[in-house]
Structures are given as C-alpha cells and as structure tokens.
C-alpha cells in the first residue's frame, strides 16, 4: 500500500475527449427539451384538476409532440451537429492528462482515498477486498435475496398509496465502499477504515421533505439550538454574556448515524408529534426509509445489532434529517435541565456554563448518562476557555473567534487552469476571502490565520490577495418569481462554439411574440447556466469501480458465438455480445444505405428479431431498416446486409441513473449522419425504455 498526494484538488476537471463532450452535451440538451415540452403540454391544455404531491419525483413518460416547439428542437438537433472544437494548449491541463493516464489509470491497481486529508492510497484488487470484508463481516451478517423483495414490495405499496409507483425506482444495490482513516497514529501498523454504505431507498426522498418538516416545527416552537451551519454557531457565542466567567465542554457522539436505534427515533417521533402532527402513514414512510441493506461483492447484507434491518446510513436521503431529529428531542432533554447555553450540530455539541471545575465536572457526569440512557456514547472535553468548533476557534476569554484547520489538512482548491466555467473561477478567491471574513471576529485575527488560504490560493494560480472585509448586512429585495427553464450546456475550454449565444438566438428566432408560447417561452424565462464535466475525483471513482467489477466478472468463460456454422455468423464470431450499438450497412446493385440501432441483450436475439421483421410483412413498418429491405424486396432487387459493432457501453441502471447506451445511439445518429442515413428520427427526445423495469409499479404486492 503505496501513499500517494496528487498536490492539488481532486475537483480540478481535465479537457474531456470530444466524444465525451457531446455525449454530454447531448444529455443535457434532452433534459432541457423534455422540460420544455411538458412544460408546453399542461400551458396549452390547462385544466382544473389539482396538482398531486410529486415529492421532486419526474415523469418517466415521454413527453407529447408540441408543433410550436417542432422548428426550435431542430435548431438545438442543429447546434449538437455544428459543434466545432479547438486545440487548446496548457500546462496544468497536460499536467492532469498525464497523473489520469500513469498514476490513476493503472491497469489492476486502485486508488483508495484517505478518510480526512487529501491522500491516496495505491492497493491491488485482492488487498482492497480481503479490507472490505473484513469491515463488512465485523457489522453486517449475510442476508437472503428475498428480503431485497420484501423491500421493495413495502415501498412500492407506499408509492402506490402516494401514486408514485411509475416514478419510484427499486431499491439500487449499490457496492459498498471504505476510505482509510490515515490520520490515525496507529495506521502504518494496523490500517483501519471508514465503511461507506451508499444503498438507499428512494422513498428516503420523501421521508426527507416530512423530517425537514418536523424539525422545523420543533425548533420554531422550542428555540432550541440546533444549529444548522458555522454562522448559527457564531451567532450563539456572540450572544454569552460574561464570557470570561464561563467554561466550554465539547462534546462529540460516538458514531452517532449507527448508533441511531428504531427505538430512539420512535421516541424522538413522540416527542416531535408535541409540535406537528405525525400521521401513521407518515410514521411509516419514515421508517421505512431507515430499512436499509449493504451491499458487497452483489450479495445483500443486514446488520447484526439491528432488527428489521434498520440502519441510519451515512449519505442516505434523510440521514442528515434523521439525525437533527434525534438531535432535537435530545437537545430539548438538554435544555429544559441547563437552559439555552447548549447547542448541537448533527453529531458535534459545545456548552458554556458559569461554575468551578468540580461543578462543570459534574455537569459532564450527568451529560454522559443522559446520552447513555439513549444508547448513545459520547466524548467530553469539560473545563475548556478555546474550542475548537467546525471550522472555527472559540475563545472565551477574549471574546473572538478564527478559523481553523485541522493539523496536517491543507487546504486545496480549483487550479486556475481548471475546466471549470469562467464564472465559477472568478468567484472562488472571493468566495474564499468572503467565509474568511465571516469567520473572523476582527483583522487581527483574519490576519493570523490567512497566511495558509493565501498559500493555497497562490499554489492554484490566483493572483489575489486576502483581505478583511466585513460584509454589511443586506436586506433582501422583493423580486418578482418566475418561473425559470435552465438549460445546462456542459462546459469545455476545447469548444470553440459560443453555445450560450446560439442558444439566445435560437429563444429570439422560434419564439417571437406571434408565437403562442412566446409568453413561457422567452429570454426571462429560458435561461442558461454552463455545467461541468466529471472531475478527477469522478475519474478515480470510475476507475476504481471498472477494477472491482473486472476482478468480480463471472463472464470469462462465455463464448462469443454459439452458431452452428462459425462462418454464417452475422458479427463475425461475436454474436453473444451484449449492449452495443451496431450498424446495419443494406448494399444492392444501385444503393447503399445505413442503419444504426442498439441492444440491451445480446446481439444474436435482436438480429433474430430483425430477419423476423424482413420475412414476415406484418412486420415491415417495426424500424427502418424493415422498411427499407420490404422496398427493396418489392422491386425485386437484390441486398447484401453487413452488420458490425460501433460501440459498447453499459444500458441503464438504477445506480448510475443514466443510460451510456441510449447516449451513443443518439450520439451516432445525430454526429455521425453518413453511418445513419435510414435513420429518420434523431431520437433525441426519446424515453429510455431500458429504466422501466426498475421501477416500483413492476414489483409484484
């Protein structure tokens, strides 16, 4: 296990492929037209019927035609095809290039990320797994492949109730993962790690927007500090009167999401219903979010202290809000024996209290056996004047605060130089010097502290010097609501098309004021804001996940063709692939055309399904390239089909939320015209039927 330090942010982007880039470019574009046409459909046919509760759920359904929109969809198919690219020359970009293709890159080799500083850690594939087992096997016990089943039948019989069946997906066995916690003094002898568990039930989703609820509820009620960021904090120690007569104590919840039991939450959830009535139905959704299973070389895995598979997992959609509900039922158990002086963020708590050390000793004693008596262990620090808080110093005795970092943890941020959109590498310095500011109680301070940020800025190549700024507080102006269309075009330094105004003009020429959707559709309400294409954190990710899944593959030993006669084969000996795009190329004495489509099985079960559709006329009109053999066969003319492999890429799944195969099929069609010319539909606005059998609406009640 080799330590290695990139030297700078793993948020920095590389220069994508150009392939890459429009495939992106693409997705984004589909998004924003399938937005815009049901956006059109319920403006043109408004009707009374309310409005159901989605819950930020979408649509799986393809959107109608809308004629209006018919010339600007061809403008946007009409940007995609007229991309035109640059060669751009950078040092830090050639610099990315090279650590992506020799230190991420390496073939059998993973990079495994630190728990708390910016390391990576070189591990082969056996090493990395006898890890994770062994953390997996400390927690977790083996489950059966029905209780995936029971599962998710219990959600879908909660979507059906909620009419979200045809939305909701089944639960996604996501691979379990670790980081290594390096920052301990015992790592170089006994390397220990952080199991990630990132398999979550998207009726979490709902259960998420009925905690946030609930805790508003309590806290508007009760005025306890539950603080939500470092500003609530700030704002707190501000208020202490007498700070030099009072004393800190820290405490911090031992592992406070999986220590988190059915039995708290029920008792935070009575003391919730004291301020916001919880129905049963409600009650349910809620826990039902919190049973969870792990995942681990495919195979599902429960944990051993929890019955009915509850876990509050780290990462899952209400964790967090699962977490500031205990929080508050603790807190008010806290506040109502020592008043307002205490305050709690997620799992990190701080007091102040007036008292000798043997009285603030006392108070520790009786804050440990409260959280004991909720099974939840904590560790106290009493008897503190300077804490050390999120991201901030705490001094009583002056009465200031600074910012703080970790010893060791140096901070990193975008290089200058990155991919990133202009916009966003403009505001970082600011950004930077602005949070700084916040979190210094005056210039002295700020200071004292900078000299590591300006250090940092200055190493990503920012020419800007920090500074103490107070910000004045601003009221809000009232602003008109509207209701805005984004479009996210991906962004690149190698695109030499100005997007954004191809994109204005295109709003300016299709949607005119004679128009009738000119009044939804106009520059006020059509707007465009760049996106980014996958960081060097996301490349590591997918490196990491092709390594595991190629030493996990079952499919060494499948053959490639099982015809009869190897040399009748219609993809020369590779008829069992599976998930490709391939081209059908129909040559006759006169013509030549070609057809380009996809399969999610393998190709010998769609090449069956085609010479179906070419011996049997019902079948003429079922693609294209039907179509255009029965022509051929009408005339008496005779055809030639070859068929080849043009790319393979994975179809859709519920764990990557997106379909690479889809994606290259439109891709092809629409850049790549002359391998298309049978193609009549771009299909850009095509749903992917492949997501389908994911969703809730199929799991038998």
Not at 634 to 640: A, F, G, L, V
Request: proline share 4%; glycine share 2%; net charge positive.
């Amino acid at each position: 296990m080799e330590k290695i330090n990139l030297g700078y942010s793993t948020k920095n982007i590389p220069l994508p492929t150009r392939n890459e880039y429009m495939k992106r470019f693409i997705e984004k574009t589909e998004q924003f037209l399938r937005r815009l046409r049901w956006k059109a459909y319920h403006f043109l046919n408004q009707s009374d019927t309310a409005e159901k509760e989605t819950y930020g759920f979408k649509s799986r359904n393809s959107p109608p035609q809308i004629n209006d929109l018919i010339p600007f969809e061809e403008g946007m198919a009409k940007l995609i095809q007229n991309i035109k690219f640059k060669d751009t020359k950078c040092s830090f970009q050639s610099q990315l290039n090279n650590d992506i293709k020799n230190k991420i890159k390496k073939p059998n080799t993973l990079l495994v990320p630190a728990d708390k500083t910016t390391n990576f850690y070189e591990m082969n594939p056996n090493s990395y797994n006898k890890l994770i087992t062994e953390n997996v096997t400390k927690t977790y016990k083996k489950a059966s492949d029905e209780l995936v089943g029971r599962l998710d039948a219990q959600s879908a019989r909660i979507a059906e109730r909620l009419n979200l069946d045809d939305r909701i997906e089944k639960l996604a066995k996501k691979e379990a993962f670790i980081t290594l916690k390096d920052h301990k003094p015992t790592f170089s002898d006994h390397p220990t790690c952080r199991l990630i568990n990132p398999t979550k039930s998207e009726i979490g989703v709902i259960s998420k927007q009925i905690l946030d609820e609930i805790n508003t509820s309590i806290i508007d009620s009760t005025r306890i500090n539950q603080w939500k960021n470092t500003s609530s904090v700030l704002k707190w120690f501000n208020s202490l009167e007498n700070k030099e007569r009072l004393s800190f104590i820290c405490f911090d919840v031992c592992e406070f999401y999986p220590s988190i039991t059915e039995k708290l939450l029920s008792k935070a959830l009575d003391f919730a219903s004291k301020y916001r009535k919880i129905s049963d139905h409600e009650r349910d959704i809620i826990l039902l979010a919190k049973r969870s299973l792990l995942f681990n070389d495919d195979c599902p895995w429960e944990k051993k202290s929890a019955s009915n598979q509850f876990d509050v997992t780290m990462g899952s959609f209400d964790g967090a809000e699962t977490c500031e509900l205990v929080g508050c039922y603790i807190l008010s158990l806290l506040t109502e024996k020592y008043g307002r002086n205490i305050g709690l963020y997620r799992d990190d708590g701080l007091a102040a209290f007036n008292g000798n050390p043997h009285e603030i000793e006392k108070i520790k004693k009786e804050l440990c056996k409260i959280f004991r008596d909720n099974d939840l262990k904590i560790t106290v620090e009493a008897n503190k004047t300077k804490v050390n808080f999120l991201d901030v110093t705490l001094d009583l005795r002056s009465g200031k605060f600074w910012p703080y970092t970790k010893e060791g943890n140096i901070p990193l941020y975008v290089h200058r130089k990155s991919n990133h959109p202009p916009s966003i590498l403009k505001n970082i310095p600011e950004s930077i010097n602005k949070r700084l500011s916040e979190i210094s109680s005056d210039k002295e301070c700020f200071d004292s502290a900078k000299q590591v940020y300006q250090e940092a800025l200055d190493k990503s190549g920012y020419r800007y010097d920090l500074s103490y700024k107070v910000t004045p507080s601003q009221t809000r102006r009232r602003t008109r609501q509207r209701n805005i269309i984004w479009y996210n075009p991906p962004y690149s330094r190698n695109v030499e098309t100005n997007v954004g105004k191809c994109f204005l003009s295109l709003i300016d020429q299709h949607f005119p004021k004679s128009n009738p959707l000119h009044k939804i559709f106009n520059r006020n309400t059509l707007k465009l804001s760049y996106s980014c294409m996958n960081n060097v954190k996301s490349i590591i990710s997918s490196h990491n996940k092709s390594v595991i899944s190629k030493s996990t593959s079952s499919d060494k030993d499948k053959k490639n063709c099982n015809c009869r006669k190897p040399e009748t084969c219609p993809m020369d000996g590779n008829c069992n692939v599976e998930s490709i795009i391939y081209q059908a190329e129909v040559t006759s004495q006169t013509t030549k055309e070609t057809y380009i489509g996809l399969c999610d099985t393998s190709f010998k079960l769609r090449y069956r399904n085609h010479t179906s559709s070419f011996r049997n006329e019902r079948y003429r009109n079922a693609t294209e390239l039907s179509k255009h053999v029965w022509n051929l066969k009408d005339r008496n003319i005779q055809y030639n089909i070859k068929w080849r492999k043009i790319k393979q890429a994975r179809s859709y799944s519920n764990v990557t939320k997106k379909c690479n195969l889809c994606l290259w099929e439109k891709y092809f069609i629409l850049c790549k015209p002359e391998m298309s010319s049978l193609n009549n539909r771009n299909e850009l606005i095509s749903c992917c039927r492949h997501s389908r059998k994911f969703l809730l609406k199929n799991v038998i009640t």
